[in-house]
Each structure stands twice: as C-alpha cells, then as structure tokens.
C-alpha cells in the first residue's frame, strides 16, 4: 500500500495532468469558432430539433454552435453589448419585441427572396401585420404562443375557463398566478380597450387612464393571488405542486403539463387574449449571414421539422401542414378549436414606446402596493 | 500549531536543498538585491501589483457602471443623443414604488443576518470546541455539501418540499395533524427557508475559524475562577469570537441584498425584493440600463454604509472588552 | 459547558445538517422518477434519466469545462489574494483602508449588476467573451474571500520565526515560501475550496460573460426553460457524486501529506 501515498510533489503534479486533460483543444478550439463554416445561434432549448442540426452540419459541412439562452431581455444585453461586431448570427426574438431590437440596430432586415422554402410558412403568420416593420421582414416565424387560461381538471371546469373572470373569483382566491405584464395586456383587451394601446398613440390621458384602471383592479385583487411568476418552469412547478389549480400562462409551458398526463388544459375565454410569435432573426453584421440563410432554408423546408420543433417546444407550429405529423394527443396541446382560435389577436408593438413606459411603473406599483 | 519546516533555510549541514540552490544562484541574487535592496523598495515592489490589480479588476467595472447610471441611454442606439443626467437618480428619491422594495429589503436582510447568526453560532461552536480536530474538517465538509449543488436546484428541492402537495404537507397529513395543506410556499416564510439555505456557509466559516482559534484553556482558566457557563460563554468566548460575528454578519447582510433567483422563485406577490426591481430594469425591459445602473448604486453605498456601520460597532465593543 | 448543552448542541448541528441535506436527498429521488416534471407522488420509476446524463456528451464536457474553471480561477485568485493579504498585514502606510475597500469591492456587488458591469467592461479591455473571461471574473470575484480568510490567518503569525529567519540571512522571499506560506497553508486550502465553490455554482457571470459553450449553471438554466425535469436533478446528483469522490481524494490526500511531514 506504500505505494498508494502520495506526497505533496505528486498530488500538485497530478492534478495539473488533471487539468492539463482538462484543457484539451476541444475548449481552446471554440474560442477561434469564427473563420470556415460556423453558424452561431442563440435560442431557446428545444427550438432546433436535434436530428435536424445532425442532418444540416453533415450536408453543408457548416458547424453549428448553438447557445441556449432563456429570455428575451438577456439576449438584448448580450447583443446590446456585442454591437456593433456581434458573435451572433441567427437570435431568436418574439415578434413584439422587434422593435427594441430594430431601434437599436441589432437586426438585419431578412431577404426573402433568398429563402425558396418562405411559401411553407402559414401566411397568417408570415403575411401579417406584425411582421411587417418599416417595410422590412425582420424574422422567420417559427412557433406561436398564446396567452391562455390554464386550469386543472380536477378543481376546475371547461365552462369556468372560458372567462378570464374565473382567475379572480372567490373560489380560486390564493389559489391562482399570473404573469403581471402580460396580465395587463389581457385585462385591457378584457375590459374592452386596445391592449396594444395603438388606438391611444395620440391619446396619452387616456392611455394612462386605461393603465391605471387595469392597474387600481390588479391591487384589488392583490390579497388574493397566489403569486406573480415569471418563467415557463415556475407555473409547471405551481401546477405539480397543487400550489395553483387555475392560472395565466402561455400555452408552452402548459402543453408540456398535458404531454405527461397531467391532468391540466387551457383555453382561450371568450373575451379573448393576445399571441406571439417566435421568430428566428440574422442579427446586424452578422458574421456568418450566408451560412444563416443556408440554415433558415433549410429548417423551413419541410412540415415534418414544423412538428418536430412544436413537439419539442409545446408550441403552436408556424409551418403549413405540420399538425398531420404529430400525434393525437401532441395536436391537442399544441392547438385550439376553431372558435377559440378566432378570438385570438397577436401582439403588436407600435405603440410599445408609450404602452410600456406606462405598463412598467404600473407593475412596478402593483408589486410594491 | 504552526507547520515549522524541518530545516531552517541557513542551514549548512544538510543536502544542498531547493531553496539552498536557488539562494545561491547568482541571477537570483543579483535581482533579488536589487529589489529587496532596501525597506522602502521591498514595499513598493510588493504593494505594486496589489494596487494595480485592484484598481484594474475591482473598480474598473463599478466605474464603468456610475458612468453608465449618468448617461440618458445606454447601450447607445441610433437616432437617440446620449447626453449625462442626474434623472435616473431623482427616479428613485421620486417615487415611493421602488421605497418599499428597498427598505423591505434592508429589514428583511438585517433580519434575516441575525436569524442565521442566531442558527449558526450553536454550530460552529459545536465544530470548533467539541468535535475532535481530526474530525472538524470532516464534520464541516458534510455541511458544504449542498453548495456543490447550483442554486436553481437547490431552490426547486426546497419548492418540492414546501409546497401544498409537498413532502411536509404530506408528512404532516400522513401524521393526521391537518386536513388541508398550509400554504407554505410564496410566503415570508419559505423565502426565508431559501435564502438562509444559501447563506448559512458564509456565516458558519468565520463564526467557525474565530472560535477555533480561542484556546480552550482560556474558558477553563475562567471557571478556575469561579465563573458559571453563561458567564464564561459571555465574557470570555463571546468577546473573542465577535471578529468573526462582524465578518460573518457583513458577508451574509451583503449577499442577502443582493440576491436574486431565491426571491424570484421562492417569494410571493409581497416580498418583492430591491434587487428584482433592479433586474427588471436590465432584463424584462432591457432597454433602462441608466437606471438600473443608478438603483444599483445607491443599492450598494446603502449596502456598505449599513455593514460599515455595524463593522465600527463591532470594532468598539471588542475594544471595550480588550480592555 | 455542561453535558446538557454539550447535547444541545449535537442536536442543534444534526438538525441543521438535516435541513441542508434533506432537499438534497429529495433531489436525487426525483432523479429517478418516470415522469418529465418533478414533484409527488411518484408513481412509477426509472433509471433512464441517470443513464442519460452519463450517455448525453454534452453534460459530461460541461462538467469537465466547469471543473476546468473552477480550478484555473481559483488558483488565480488565491496567488493574488495572498499577495494582498500580505501586502496589508501587519503594516500601516497611507491608503491601506481604501486598498482594502476595493480589495472587498467585488464580493459585496449584486451579482447581475456585477456580470453586466463586466461584461461592458470586457469590450472595453479588448476581451473576448468565453473561457477566460469567465475565469477573470470568477477570480475577480473570489480574491476578497482569499484575503479575508489569509488574513485572518496571517494575524496569528507568530512574528518570531520570520525574525529569526532573516536573522540567518534569508530574504523576503525565502521567508515568505519556507515560513509563510507554510503556516498559511490551511488558511489556503480553505479559501480555495471555497472558491471552486463560489465558482462551479456562478450562473450570472458566466452567462454574460461566456461564448458558445455553457458552464454547468447555464447549461441547467437553459434546460429549465422545457421544466424543472428529473434530468436535471440527475446531472445535479451526478456531478455532486463526482465533486463528493474528488474532494473525499483531496482531504485524504492532504491528511496523508501531513503524516508524513509530522513523521
């Protein structure tokens, strides 16, 4: 067992091979990622398919570095603080937050006409008005969201969660979470008003009055939430828990819940709700803008990823045709009935500058109330 | 207790050693002449990449940010002049919102850096005076274990046990002592569970190596005396080991402040924290660095006046009691 | 003390280390759980989530990626930080307190607030965001608990021996690696501890501050987005495993070391 003892000389010199090991090229070689074929992309875990990456960087020989971030905010630090040479090439931005993006000359207008698969794209996501800014197109839609009503089956009924009204009842008092910014936006549409606040871009009174309404009824009702939240997994966590049995949430999140079999559904209520859209972006100056191209082609290219990349998000496909490819019970939580469908209205972000220099304070007031 | 080495550097007997062969290299003695030639010249050579580090790394980055907190936008973007302004100060003093989130959270803090000194002072007395010392570093290994794991992680274990259909509810149902589960999570109460979760070590390591190194002899010579425990324990351990109370006491008051995913995930409607009033200026909105910047700020000068003051506190009672 | 509080005592500690443990033994049980999201009851198990994690690349890369900066930043911050200990002790010159103010700057800043303030300030050094940049500023971030705890330690220096030292003739030098740095040796091995700690646990500073690979907490972070699933609470049990094993080595290692120079 002498033999078995270290002494000090030995132990340094042994863990400096350790970290010598440690160093291999693999990590030094990323660090000069940018000359020859690279790719780099900032998104959202789930929002490449896996196989799809394996198949494009065997085909094009382009290697892919794929950094997973997890909100929106963050990527415009990071990107905010790269300009104007960003690493990035391809970022994901949900359509309403372009414009910050835009203004800030962080993004690149997309050329369609050098993506031959953009017609695979359901024109009420490519075609509409959201997507349009400044005349330019300024992302691939990829996957769409919903703000929705989510409950769980065994407290609550279909019928109850067809009206926002029930996240605020007695009966669901401390029992209930929302999300408070996109709160606001859907208490507005509620209350009859423009939740985009476009209607009001000439109207700053009445816009601070809307503010304040929706804000004075969040306050009232403040004894009686369970909590505010903000990420995907904090509501998952909230319904597994049985923290909450109703609640705000995107339908993601919701639809990874339903994919497990756990008794939880959502609904659009009749008042109706706001979406999104997930697009993918070339950022402005992007390094690597030809390889982006190449990538974002080929991701459209056909159905089948559409399904994939909805499977593998919990989110609504953008691509024609991806629900025949995905199963029964994928198709129910990541789709809506028809009716429900119709009262839905996307996220529009003109009128962002005046919506949250109101909204913002406003939630700061509710938190501190 | 100290390590002594078994020769003393001088020593002409044994084999020429390491440091033997190296003081005799004649490169070696030619600069180390020059640079320890005199006291003065000692000094200036080793206070030099201290100072340069620390004003490089360390106040670098603050600098940049109160230079940031003076700008009327940042990140620069096109169209928008960037001229320096004092409003994202004023913005704080003018509204009572970001009060309440502040103030809350210098209580809370205060609060909760004696709740875990108050935890932690029976267990790092227990590791440094009654476990052998060939076990100490064992015992206090056992206790950093749960630091190996992220925070997020950390906080989800705590989230599955606190919550309604958590294991306490369960254990407490399964015992027959309640019928519905207690609403445990998005409280006061299981933030604080969080966040002295993650603290408790920084205060357990000073509290541990103050103690450690008051010679047990002392407390016997007090009771040769005639003094009873809690005398002793007051006069005599207390008083020494508050060095490392003030340390412990700074470091979690300071982390308290500043914590961010504990509070996000842990609290409710009404424990909103400073900090998360802060990070909503750099993430959610992403556009109001300035004033992220000037919260910070102030944030932080509040933070090292409070923990300055106690310092000087600290500092006058051991003074007191050295006398 | 009394045996009674001596008692006391033993439970207070036992208690503690239950309420640090017991989450953690939570987390490993719902590594094993057939389900994607965490949580009671468990209705039925599994070994696949274990299994995944040692078959996923990634992970394992991350891991070792990790490591990697844990030890290179902490061995930085321990040679800085014991130079400014030893700078500061025992000596009295103009401007001493506020080298230590700003020494301890860096442990007292919000982390979010500290990693984009880095972040600003990387580009304006010229330095790249990735695997040295989240070295520099863990190690930026972990000198003040160096200084604090080899400070600590250099106050109880008897000053005798290095008297004597330099009596015989020695230099500066001599005496700092042959009579200091000994005796501050425990001192050091602590505070480096701490910091692979401080290190491997950082999410905000090396998400602003890394390139296209994740650290470990990035890595976890991201994957959160789809859940808080059984995977990740296998890599967190995996890796606490491997760090258990590797810090169990080094406290046996260096109890041995020991032995031997007492022999």
Redo the contacts between chains.
């Keep these: 067992m002498k033999d078995l003892?270290?002494?000090?000389r030995r132990?340094i010199a042994s863990?400096a091979a350790g970290?010598g090991l440690?160093?291999s090229p693999?990590?030094?070689r990323?660090?000069h990622?940018q000359t020859g074929g690279v790719l780099?992309i900032w998104t959202?875990?789930?929002f490449v398919p896996d196989d799809f990456l394996r198949q494009f960087q065997s085909d094009t020989g382009i290697r892919v570095?794929?950094?997973?971030?997890?909100d929106q905010g963050?990527q415009f630090?990071?990107l905010a603080?790269?300009a104007p040479n960003p690493?990035v090439d391809i970022l994901t931005v949900a359509g309403h937050r372009f414009l910050q993006f835009i203004d800030s000359d962080l993004l690149a207008p997309v050329d369609t006409d050098r993506l031959q698969n953009w017609g695979n794209i359901n024109p009420v996501f490519s075609e509409s008005d959201w997507a349009t800014i400044r005349d330019n197109k300024w992302g691939v839609p990829i996957l769409s969201g919903a703000e929705v009503l989510a409950y769980n089956t065994e407290f609550v009924t279909p019928e109850e969660a067809q009206t926002w009204d029930t996240l605020f009842a007695e009966k669901y008092s401390r029992r209930n979470a929302y999300i408070l910014q996109d709160m606001m936006s859907v208490l507005m549409l509620k209350m009859g008003y423009d939740g985009n606040m476009i209607a009001y871009q000439d109207d700053e009174a009445e816009a601070a009055r809307i503010v304040n309404e929706v804000r004075d009824f969040l306050i009232a009702h403040k004894p009686h939430v369970r909590n505010y939240y903000d990420?995907?997994?904090e509501i998952?966590?909230m319904f597994?828990?049985l923290d909450v049995e109703v609640a705000h949430a995107w339908n993601g999140?919701i639809a990874?819940?339903m994919?497990?079999?756990?008794p939880v559904a959502m609904a659009i209520p009749t008042e109706g709700t706001y979406g999104f859209v997930y697009t993918l972006n070339v950022a402005n100056n992007a390094p690597n803008a030809d390889n982006a191209y190449l990538f974002l082609d080929a991701l459209l290219s056909s159905p089948e990823i559409g399904a994939a990349l909805s499977r593998?998000?919990?989110f609504i496909s953008t691509y024609k045709d991806a629900a025949d490819h995905l199963s029964d019970l994928e198709r129910q939580s990541t789709s809506f009935p028809e009716e429900q469908l119709a009262r839905m209205q996307f996220f529009r972000a003109e009128a962002n500058d005046l919506k949250y220099s109101l909204v913002d304070p406003a939630v700061e007031q509710i938190k501190a109330a | 207790m100290?390590?002594?080495?078994p020769q003393?550097?001088?020593d002409p007997s044994g084999p020429p050693t390491f440091?033997g062969r190296?003081?005799a290299w004649s490169l070696y003695r030619a600069l180390?002449g020059l640079v320890?030639a005199s006291p003065r010249r000692?000094?200036w050579m080793?206070?030099l990449?201290?100072?340069i580090?620390?004003?490089v790394?360390?106040?670098?980055?603050?600098l940049?940010?109160m230079q940031?907190s003076f700008l009327s936008s940042y990140p620069p973007s096109a169209g928008k002049e960037v001229v320096l302004t004092t409003a994202n100060y004023s913005r704080f003093f003018g509204d009572s919102i970001f009060l309440v989130p502040f103030w809350r959270t210098m209580v809370f803090s205060v609060v909760l850096t004696l709740t875990t000194l108050v935890?932690?002072y029976?267990?790092a007395?227990?590791?440094a005076?009654?476990v052998r010392r060939d076990n100490q570093?064992?015992?206090l290994?056992?206790?950093?274990?749960?630091?190996?794991?992220?925070?997020?992680?950390?906080i989800?274990?705590?989230m599955?046990?606190l919550?309604n259909?958590?294991?306490l509810n369960?254990l407490l149902r399964w015992l027959g002592l309640i019928e519905r589960p207690i609403p445990f999570m998005y409280t006061n109460f299981s933030l604080s569970v969080g966040i002295v979760?993650l603290t408790?070590l920084y205060m357990l390591?000073?509290l541990y190596?103050?103690l450690e190194?008051i010679p047990a002899n002392y407390s016997e010579a007090a009771a040769d005396l005639g003094a009873g425990?809690w005398t002793r324990?007051f006069r005599v351990t207390l008083p020494l080991s508050l060095?490392g109370v003030g340390?412990g006491c700074t470091?979690v008051f300071?982390i308290a402040?500043?914590m961010?995913?504990t509070p996000v995930l842990l609290g409710g409607p009404n424990t909103t924290l400073f900090?998360q009033t802060?990070?909503g200026f750099?993430h959610v909105a992403g556009d109001q660095?300035p004033t992220?910047?000037a919260f910070?700020t102030i944030?932080?000068v509040t933070?090292?006046v409070v923990?300055g003051a106690f310092n000087r506190i600290i500092a006058l009672l051991s003074g007191r009691v050295a006398k | 003390?009394?045996r009674h509080?001596?008692i006391?005592?033993?439970c207070?500690?036992w208690a503690?280390?239950l309420?640090?443990?017991?989450?953690?033994a939570?987390?490993m049980l719902?590594g094993f759980k057939d389900?994607?999201?965490?949580?009671?009851p468990i209705t039925s198990w599994t070994l696949d989530w274990y299994i995944g994690v040692f078959a996923d690349r990634q992970v394992m890369?991350t891991f070792?990626?990790s490591?990697?900066i844990a030890?290179?930043s902490t061995a930085i911050a321990l040679v800085?930080g014991t130079?400014?200990a030893?700078?500061?002790t025992g000596?009295a010159?103009f401007g001493r307190a506020v080298?230590l103010g700003?020494?301890l700057?860096?442990?007292?800043?919000?982390?979010?607030?500290?990693a984009?303030?880095?972040?600003?300030?990387a580009?304006?050094l010229g330095i790249?965001?990735?695997?040295w940049a989240i070295i520099?500023s863990h190690a930026?971030h972990n000198?003040p608990f160096v200084v604090?705890?080899v400070m600590?330690r250099l106050s109880?220096?008897?000053r005798s021996?290095a008297e004597?030292?330099r009596d015989?003739?020695?230099?500066?030098?001599?005496?700092f690696?042959?009579?200091t740095m000994?005796?501050l040796?425990p001192a050091m091995i602590?505070a480096g501890?701490?910091c692979m700690?401080l290190s491997?646990?950082d999410?905000?500073r090396s998400?602003?501050l890394?390139?296209?690979?994740?650290t470990?907490?990035?890595?976890?972070?991201?994957?959160?987005?789809?859940?808080?699933s059984p995977e990740?609470?296998a890599i967190?049990t995996v890796?606490?495993v491997l760090?258990?094993v590797l810090?169990?080595w080094a406290?046996r290692?260096m109890r041995?070391?020991k032995k031997?120079?007492n022999r």
């Design positions: 003892v270290l002494n000090r132990l863990a970290a440690l160093a693999a990590y030094l990323r660090a990622a780099n959202y875990n789930g570095n794929i950094r997973l971030v997890d963050k630090n990071l603080a790269e690493t990420g995907a997994a998952q966590q597994v828990n999140p990874g819940l994919n497990d079999g756990f593998s998000s919990g | 100290p390590d002594l080495p003393s550097p001088a440091w190296l003081t180390t320890f000692q000094f080793l206070i990449f201290p100072v580090w620390v004003l790394a360390h106040l670098g980055p603050i940049q940010m940031v935890l932690m029976p267990v007395y227990f590791l005076r009654h570093l064992l015992f290994m056992l206790l950093l274990i749960p630091f190996w794991v992220g925070e997020i992680v950390r989800y274990a705590v599955i046990i919550g259909n958590g294991a369960l979760y408790a390591m000073p190596s103050a190194k425990p324990f060095e340390a470091l300071l402040t500043g961010y995913a900090s802060i990070a750099f660095w992220g910047a910070s944030m932080l933070a090292l923990a | 003390m009394t509080t001596r006391l005592m033993s207070i500690y503690f280390a309420y640090l443990l017991l989450p953690l939570l987390m719902m389900a994607r999201f965490i949580g009671f890369f070792g990626y490591t990697l030890i290179l800085v130079w400014i030893v700078t500061l000596r010159f080298i700003l020494t700057l860096p442990a007292v800043i919000p982390g979010v607030i500290s984009i303030a880095f972040r600003i300030y580009r304006v790249e965001p990735g695997m520099w930026v000198v604090l705890v600590a109880t220096l008897p021996q004597a030292a015989l003739g020695a230099d500066p030098l001599v005496v690696f042959r009579i000994p005796y040796t602590g501890v701490f700690l491997f646990d999410f905000v998400y602003f890394g390139g296209y690979d994740p470990l907490p990035v890595l976890i972070f991201a994957k959160l987005r789809s859940g808080m990740v609470n967190s890796v606490l760090t258990a810090g169990i406290e290692s041995r070391i031997q120079a």
